[in-house]
Every structure is written in structure tokens, then in C-alpha cells.
């Protein structure tokens, strides 16, 4: 007679938060806090429901009250940084929180931001964008053990060059031509 094995992992109220979990409400709580009072200020200069701040003043109250609340209910359950000094568990949060594919996308987003600002143009600074971003986010592709495969490389920054080029000209018929939106 066999019995049916006893599972022994412990529930998910049981598991002890990773570092940097409860640090990302804080971080909500922080960014949506902020945002609400500029939204309060832009509502007190345009009152209304109607008015263009009533939809960021709703959604940033949003955020801050599910983040009081996930505060609230996770504040006393056990995370694996309990105990450690501030300095390690502030690392652990942002490493946590912003691991190399985020902190690279943000990094690309601020270049493609200056790019624009800079008045290079939407339609080069958008295809150089979309091509890197592609390009490093394929590159489990190229990648190798030993470093980088030449014909794979080549392969992927040539699809990626590609699926740039029919974004590109999906923006240019539908927003250019078709809605007739100014692009910067």
C-alpha cells in the first residue's frame, strides 16, 4: 500500500518574501505619491471630472492606495532579508527590482529620448531604437559559451532589420498617412 507523498513546499503564505519584494511596493508608494501630488497640483489649476487631470489623479491614487495596501498586508510576513545590514538589503532590492534587461531598456529609452529632443528625427532615431533593442533582447541567439556566433549575429541583426523596417513603414502609413499625425 502506498500513500499519497505529503507536500512538504510550503505554501505561498508560508515562503519567505525574495529581497527586494516588499521594496517594490515601497518603490510604488514612492513613484505613485509623487505623481498624485502633481496631479492634485494640475487638478487645482484645471477642476473638473472632465478636465485633463482628473484621469492621472485617479490612476495615481489608485497606485498609491494598492500600494498602502499590499504594504499593509505584507508588512509583518517574513522575507529572506530580515536581519541583514540596510546597505545589503538596498542591493538586493535594486537588483531585484532592476535586473540588466530593465536597467538596458531604460538606458535605450533615455537615448531614444535625447535622440528626439536633439531633433534627429523620429523616423532614424525610432528604427535605430527598435533595431538595438531587438538586437540585444535576441541575443541569447548569437551568444555563445565561448562568445559571440558571427552567422548567427549576422542572421539576427539582419531579421531585426526587417521587422524595423516594416514598424517603420506601419507607422509611417497608419499614423503619417492614414490618422495624419505630426511625428517629432
Known sequence: MSYPKKNTDPSPEEKPFRSGEKGFAVFWLL????????SMKLYQKYPGLDSCA????????????????ILLIDRKKPSESSGKAA???FKATLHTMFPLDVLVTVLLILLY???LNLRLGFYPSTSIFLWVAMTWFMRKNYLAAGGIDQKMLVRTAGKNLIWTALA?????????YLFKVVLP
Request: aromatic fraction near 20%.
Open 87 to 89: 546597505g545589503e538589503v
Open 54 to 69: 482628473a484621469v492621472p489623479l485617479f490612476v495615481t491614487g489608485v497606485i498609491v492606495v494598492c500600494a498602502l495596501i
Open 113 to 115: 529620448c535625447v535622440a
Open 31 to 38: 513613484f505613485g505619491g509623487y505623481f498624485f501630488y502633481q
Open 168 to 176: 517603420i513603414i506601419f507607422i509611417l502609413i497608419v499614423f503619417t
